[in-house]
């Protein structure tokens, strides 16, 4: 199902790609804060936006 909708919209599958970079990048950096990986995640999100 994921695969179909990323299909229909490329803003879709741009942000799962987002979020996925996000939870990798939570479960692998040992020294990073919440904080660090909340603004990460707003920049890459207003990117999306943006771009």
Do not use: C, H
């Amino acid at each position: 199902m994921e695969k179909e909708d990323s299909k229909k919209n490329p803003d879709i599958a741009a942000f799962s790609e987002i979020v996925k970079k996000a939870y990798d990048k939570g479960r692998n950096e040992t020294e990073l804060t919440l904080e660090q990986l909340m603004e990460d995640l707003k920049a890459d999100l207003r990117n999306l936006l943006i771009g």
